[in-house]
């Protein structure tokens, strides 16, 4: 196991690393990032085959964060990141990996599914400088937020902020 869990620390540095290039005005930055997360994602279905969802226990937390954030990443490969919804949530059950996880991978499923979210962390754009969430199953931003913090996840508005693109 301390092998893959050197390759997932690894492969969550690369993310990281590669990350601005998402959103870049750089396409050949972006077509790099789409190819990088394809990659990443066909290696942690592999990896699920194998040895079922990385936990912390296993693999440790960074490690296990890393597993977490190929299966955010991974938005053009929806069974990877449903099969991953959902051994993430039976190791939640367990008590076995972090409910906030859980949180975003769940909307990123639902949003990449085209449907309404749950807990506001998806953003479906910007408006007036604004981050506008893609629209929930609840309209009510202060019961979105409630969920939110069951979950340990800041209120919207400060969780935009800390995560706001930063001026030129």
Do not use: K
């Not at 077509?31 to 040895?51: K, P, Q, S």
């Amino acid at each position: 196991m301390a092998e893959l869990a050197a390759e997932l620390r690894a492969t969550g540095e690369e993310q990281t690393r590669a990350a601005p290039s998402a959103h870049s005005e750089d396409f050949a930055g972006q077509l790099a990032w789409r190819r990088l997360t394809a990659e990443h994602g066909d290696r942690l279905d592999r990896i699920m085959d194998e040895y079922g969802r990385p936990t912390a226990a296993a693999v440790g937390a960074a490690a296990a964060t890393a597993a977490w954030r190929v299966a955010q990443h991974a938005d053009h490969q929806l069974g990877v990141q449903r099969r991953a919804l959902r051994l993430l949530g039976e190791a939640v059950e367990r008590g076995g990996a972090d409910r906030r996880h859980l949180a975003f991978l769940t909307d990123r499923v639902l949003v990449n599914e085209g449907r309404p979210q749950l807990y506001g962390t998806r953003t479906a754009g910007v408006r007036d400088g604004a981050p506008v969430p893609w629209p929930c199953a609840d309209p009510d931003p202060e019961r979105v937020d409630a969920l939110r913090a069951r979950v340990g996840i800041a209120p919207f508005a400060e969780h935009t902020a800390r995560h706001a693109p930063r001026a030129r």
